[in-house]
């Protein structure tokens, strides 16, 4: 077969992938609920998604820091407190957070009420680990 007549050929489209309300992984740690919506299995590893909810008063993990991956993190409704080294940063309802690589970091959830975000991780977390902050010295 010639090369023009390979590059002519409809190429499979790649899968879409659809997860439900009740889909996902569900991952309790703590007070937080965390339901990946996709686990970087059918991006390529590119990216990963989840949607966490902090129940009133969460302290969230401790500062740490991710060394190859960027996070963002889109507050759907609540207030969540998001801790970038030694500042506070209050992010309401519709508030975007990016935290690049090496950037140490945490986030809680102050109120009387819950909050829940959509966290982004690009490339996904399955190869890179996640560092305390006190590595950073």
Do not use: W
């Not at 937080?32 to 970087?40: N, P, Y």
């Not at 949607?51 to 409704?77: C, I, K, N, W």
């Not at 309401?92 to 809680?108: E, I, K, L, R, Y």
Request: proline fraction near 10%; charge should be negative.
């Amino acid at each position: 077969m010639t090369e023009e007549a390979k590059s002519s050929q409809p190429r499979p489209r790649p899968a879409v992938s659809v997860t439900g309300p009740g889909d996902g992984e569900v991952i309790v740690l703590g007070t937080t609920r965390m339901r990946v919506l996709e686990d970087g299995s059918r991006t390529g590893h590119r990216l990963a998604i989840a949607e966490s909810v902090l129940a009133p008063h969460t302290q969230g993990p401790p500062q740490h820091r991710h060394a190859r991956h960027d996070e963002g993190f889109y507050v759907l409704s609540g207030t969540v407190r998001f801790t970038v080294g030694d500042e506070d940063h209050d992010a309401g309802t519709g508030t975007f957070v990016m935290v690049p690589p090496g950037t140490p970091h945490t986030f809680a959830n102050p109120t009387d009420q819950p909050a829940v975000m959509l966290s982004t991780f690009t490339p996904d977390l399955s190869h890179y680990a996640t560092e305390p902050a006190t590595d950073l010295t």
